[in-house]
């Protein structure tokens, strides 16, 4: 298993973790970089290598994903910046939920939860 796909699921649980500690913008960036690491060392076992960037969407594009699952990339990207430039209180603990929501839907569809 690729180090990459291993980051992605600590990334999940210590985003999950955040959520319980009430650090929801925490949780948010950590939600996306779960999936953005599991993408990359998937993309890493299947092609060798993975883009520069760290746009989901654009990621997950690789393994032709159904809308629901870009839907949720879609939802997710955003979070990559905002969650680490915006205000704490920004954020809330429904925030962080539908981010995980998103993540999990990602990464089952993946198969790496």
């Known amino acids: 298993m690729s180090e990459l796909i291993e980051k992605g ?3 999940f ?3 999950e973790d955040a959520i319980n500690k009430g650090y929801y913008w925490l ?3 950590l939600f996306h970089q779960a999936v953005e690491l599991a ?8 092609r060798d290598e993975h883009p ?3 746009n989901l969407v654009e990621l997950l594009k690789y393994f032709n994903p159904p809308d629901d699952i870009l839907t949720c990339a879609m939802n997710l990207n ?5 969650s680490r430039y ?3 209180s920004f954020y809330s603990r429904n925030d962080a939920l539908n981010c995980k929501k998103n993540a999990e839907a990602i990464l089952k569809w993946l198969k790496i939860l």
Do not use: V
């Open 9 to 11: 699921k600590q990334s």
């Open 13 to 15: 649980t210590a985003a």
């Open 27 to 29: 949780a948010c960036f």
């Open 39 to 46: 993408i990359k060392g998937l993309l890493e076992i299947t």
């Open 52 to 54: 520069y960037t760290h």
């Open 78 to 82: 955003p979070h990559y910046i905002s």
């Open 86 to 88: 915006s205000l704490m």
